[in-house]
């Protein structure tokens, strides 16, 4: 009788086990579950907002209008330089030179006539679209040693 009792103890013990593996199995079923919903909710909320952020500006847009616009590109003018002093952009994009410097710079153009900023003072910037694909080389004109340039693609 003692080896039958061994026996249906450990049967039993087997059977407990079993079960708690189960209720264990289904809780973290439960838990991936919610949190699941919870991210996609999330996902789904946020996406939402970001839609509606200026419905007025695009009413009047084409739908893909955005797809094809072209970041503007930065550059900072600090201590006597561009930076970065070459840059390669994509046609159509529109770059931006910041004077940082507190002294007066420009933003010209090798080729005259192509772009000119004229004098810009401190904390004042200048803006110029590249239409056409090339090399455009520019220079300060008050300080002729400052040189970068825009390699401009299709």
């Known amino acids: 009788m003692p080896a039958r009792a061994y026996y249906r103890c ?3 013990a087997a059977v407990g086990r079993k ?3 189960v209720t264990l199995m289904r809780r973290i079923i439960l838990l991936a579950t919610v949190a699941a919903v919870v991210v996609v909710s999330t996902l789904f ?3 939402v907002a970001g839609a509606h952020k200026d419905p007025a500006a695009k009413a009047h847009k084409h739908p893909t209008a955005k797809a ?3 970041p503007t590109r930065t550059v900072v003018i600090r201590g006597f330089r561009f930076r970065p002093a070459q840059i390669t ?3 159509g ?3 931006r030179w910041i004077n ?3 002294h007066t710079h420009t933003v010209t153009a090798n080729k005259k006539g192509s772009f000119n900023s004229g004098r810009l003072g ?3 910037s200048y803006s110029h679209v590249f239409r056409t694909a090339g090399k455009k080389a520019y220079h300060c004109e008050i300080h002729p040693f400052m040189r970068g340039s825009v390699l401009v693609r299709r």
């Open 122 to 124: 401190k904390g004042q």
């Open 93 to 95: 994009t529109r770059v």
């Open 68 to 70: 094809h616009k072209h």
């Open 10 to 12: 450990v049967r039993n």
């Open 45 to 47: 909320v946020v996406s």
């Open 100 to 102: 940082k410097d507190p």
């Open 89 to 91: 952009i994509k046609r």
């Open 19 to 21: 079960d708690k593996e």
